[in-house]
């Protein structure tokens, strides 16, 4: 089940993204050592909802098996989908496909204009899934409120 993270799973936040870190680590910029040495104050705000920021997750027998966040950057019109991820005995079944629509859905209710994002120039599935999400791939994307790797793949879903 795909729900709303809240301040009170930031554990399983905590949890779920070091797996993540763990499993794919040339997904992410952030690393493993990172993220296992941030305070439990930065996983409460991360986890919290609000009206510029976002956390879901795949929620099976009380763990989290997928993520995905967003958050506006200085643009008050563009959220950033950051941090998808999805456990590989979940990978073909939809629940990146549902985890991304959940995005696209709370930006839209927001009132953001479009939500962006960047791929590793290697994660082909990746970019296969925005692209079926209804994502375009931009070689100008707006400019990012975090250092994306050089070479990375920019996606657009004007909402």
Not at 1 to 24: G, K, N, T, Y
Not at 79 to 87: I, P, T
Not at 132 to 156: A, K, M, Q, W
Request: proline share 7%; aromatic share 10%.
């Amino acid at each position: 089940m795909i729900r709303q993270l809240r301040q009170e799973d930031w554990r399983l936040l905590r949890e779920v993204r070091l797996r993540a870190l763990a499993s794919d680590p040339s997904a992410f910029i952030e690393t493993h050592a990172e993220a296992s040495a941030s305070p439990e104050e930065l996983w409460q705000e991360r986890a919290t909802p609000a009206e510029d920021r976002v956390s879901f997750g795949f929620e099976k027998d009380g763990r989290l098996h997928a993520l995905v966040a967003a958050f506006a950057g200085d643009d008050p019109k563009t959220v950033f989908l950051v941090g998808m991820w999805v456990a590989p005995d979940l990978r073909g079944t939809g629940a990146a496909r549902d985890l991304v629509e959940n995005v696209v859905a709370w930006a839209r209710q927001q009132g953001f204009d479009r939500v962006c994002l960047s791929v590793e120039p290697t994660n082909e599935r990746a970019a296969r899934l925005y692209a079926r999400c209804g994502f375009i791939e931009t070689s100008d994307p707006p400019p990012f409120p975090y250092r994306p790797n050089e070479d990375n793949r920019y996606f657009v879903y004007e909402l």
